[in-house]
C-alpha cells in the first residue's frame, strides 16, 4: 500500500494539531486525502502516524497494516516525527521503539552454503537461513498444506525443505512463511526457482606410455592433535628381497624367561607410550597461549549452483547442473483472530 502527502504546505502542523487534540479519526481521514497534486512518492512518516494514529483508535487490523508498511519498507529506521508536539512526539517514538523491539523483521533471508549441493546425488533438502529481529513463532506452508513450524530464536535460524522430486525438472516452487509475534501476523512468500541445465558431457583422455614407472615414493607423518611431529620420505621398491638377513641372537637369549640382562630389551620403548609423551610435551607448551577457537561464520547465498549424478539416455549415469535461486517478497501485516 502506498500513500501520498497532502498538497498543503502546512500539512505538518495540521497533523500535529489532530494528534495533540486526541482526534486520530481527523489525523487518519487528513492522511488518507489524495488531492490530485500530491507527491507519488510512499513516506515511511505518513505510514509510522497511520499505524500511531490507528493503535490510538484500538484497530488493530488496520495498525498492523501500516506497521508492516513502516517496518517492511523502510525497516523502521525512518523516525523524523520532530514536527509533533513535545508530549505526541514522545508518545509517538514510544510507541515505535516498543515495536521496533518485538517485530518479527527478517534483516535476510537466503541458502546456507553447504557441501549437500555437491555430490553423485541430487540435494535431499534445502538449506534457508533466517536472520529475524525477535524470537517469533513460524509456520511454513506450501501446496500440500503447513510443512513444518516452531520458534524461530533472535538472532539466524536455519530450517531445511525437503527436495523430494526438485531435481527431476526446472520449475518454481511457492512456499509461504507466516510470523506470529502475539496477536499480530507477517506473512512472506518465498519462491525457490530451480533450473536444470542439459547433461554435461566429460571426456576423459587416457594416455598409454611404455615408459617405466618409477618406484613410488610415500612420506609418513605423525601428528598429535594438528601438530607435526615427525615426517620421514620413503621409497616403496617394488623387487625387495626375499630371504633377510638377520644377525645372530645372543648367547644368553631367553624367549621364555626375565630379559634383564638384554640390553637390546632394557633400551627399547613403547610406540604408544612415546606419542603419549610428546602430546603431553606439546599440550604443555601450548598451555597459556591457547587461543580460544572461533566458529567459522555461515555464508549464505541468494542463488547457488549444484552438481550432480543422475541416470540420462540410454541408462548412462550423467553430471547435471542446477541453478537454484531464491526470492521472497513480504505480502501482508496483519492481526490474528
Known amino acids: 500500500m502506498s500513500i501520498?502527502?497532502?498538497?498543503?504546505?502546512?500539512?505538518?502542523s495540521d497533523v500535529s494539531s489532530y494528534l495533540s487534540s486526541g482526534d486520530y479519526n481527523g489525523a487518519v481521514d487528513y492522511l488518507m486525502s489524495h488531492p490530485e497534486e500530491a507527491g507519488k512518492a510512499p513516506n515511511p512518516v505518513i505510514s509510522g502516524l497511520l499505524a500511531y494514529s490507528?493503535?490510538?483508535?484500538?484497530?488493530n487490523r488496520m495498525e498492523y497494516?501500516?506497521?508492516?508498511?513502516?517496518?517492511?519498507?523502510?525497516?523502521?529506521?525512518?523516525?523524523?516525527?520532530?514536527?509533533l508536539d513535545d508530549a505526541t512526539y514522545k508518545d509517538m517514538l514510544n510507541y515505535l521503539m516498543v515495536w521496533k523491539a518485538k517485530y518479527p523483521f527478517v534483516s535476510e533471508m537466503a541458502f546456507v552454503k553447504s557441501d549437500i549441493y555437491q555430490g553423485p546425488s541430487p540435494p535431499d533438502k534445502l538449506i534457508i537461513g533466517i536472520d529475524i529481529a525477535s524470537d517469533t513463532y513460524y509456520k511454513l506452508s506450501g501446496e500440500e498444506g503447513v510443512i513444518k513450524g516452531g520458534l524461530l530464536k533472535q538472532g539466524f535460524n536455519s530450517?531445511?525443505?525437503?527436495?523430494?522430486?526438485?531435481f527431476q525438472k526446472s520449475g518454481i516452487r511457492t512456499y509461504f512463511l507466516d510470523l506470529k509475534k502475539g496477536d499480530l501476523i507477517v506473512s512472506k512468500e518465498v519462491e525457490i526457482d530451480i533450473q536444470i541445465e542439459s547433461p554435461v558431457k566429460v571426456k576423459r583422455k587416457i594416455e598409454v606410455t611404455d615408459k617405466p614407472v618409477p618406484n613410488p615414493e610415500f612420506k609418513i607423518s605423525m601428528f598429535v592433535?594438528?601438530?607435526?611431529?615427525?615426517?620421514?620420505?620413503?621409497?616403496?621398491?617394488?623387487?625387495?628381497?626375499?630371504?633377510?638377513?638377520?644377525?645372530?641372537?645372543?648367547?644368553?637369549?631367553?624367549?621364555?624367561?626375565?630379559?634383564?640382562?638384554?640390553?637390546f630389551a632394557l633400551n627399547s620403548f613403547s610406540i604408544p607410550e612415546a606419542v603419549g609423551a610428546l602430546y603431553n610435551l606439546f599440550k604443555?607448551?601450548?598451555?597459556?597461549?591457547?587461543?580460544?577457537?572461533?566458529p567459522r561464520p555461515v555464508q549464505k547465498q541468494m542463488q547457488i549452483r549444484s552438481s550432480f549424478l543422475r541416470e540420462?539416455?540410454?541408462?548412462?549415469?550423467?553430471?547435471?547442473?542446477?541453478v537454484i535461486t531464491l526470492?521472497?517478497?513480504?505480502?501482508?501485516?496483519?492481526?490474528?483472530?
Open 4 to 12: 501520498v502527502l497532502p498538497s498543503n504546505a502546512d500539512w505538518m
Open 54 to 59: 490507528y493503535h490510538k483508535l484500538q484497530n
Open 65 to 83: 497494516e501500516w506497521l508492516g508498511e513502516y517496518f517492511e519498507n523502510y525497516r523502521g529506521e525512518e523516525i523524523i516525527f520532530d514536527f
Open 159 to 166: 530450517i531445511s525443505i525437503k527436495a523430494d522430486d526438485f
Open 225 to 263: 592433535g594438528d601438530e607435526l611431529i615427525i615426517e620421514s620420505k620413503k621409497l616403496a621398491y617394488e623387487n625387495l628381497p626375499l630371504k633377510l638377513h638377520l644377525p645372530p641372537w645372543p648367547e644368553n637369549r631367553s624367549p621364555y624367561g626375565p630379559i634383564y640382562d638384554n640390553k
Open 284 to 294: 604443555a607448551l601450548k598451555d597459556g597461549k591457547k587461543e580460544e577457537s572461533k
Open 312 to 322: 540420462g539416455v540410454g541408462g548412462k549415469a550423467e553430471e547435471f547442473r542446477a
Open 327 to 337: 526470492k521472497t517478497k513480504n505480502i501482508k501485516a496483519g492481526a490474528f483472530y
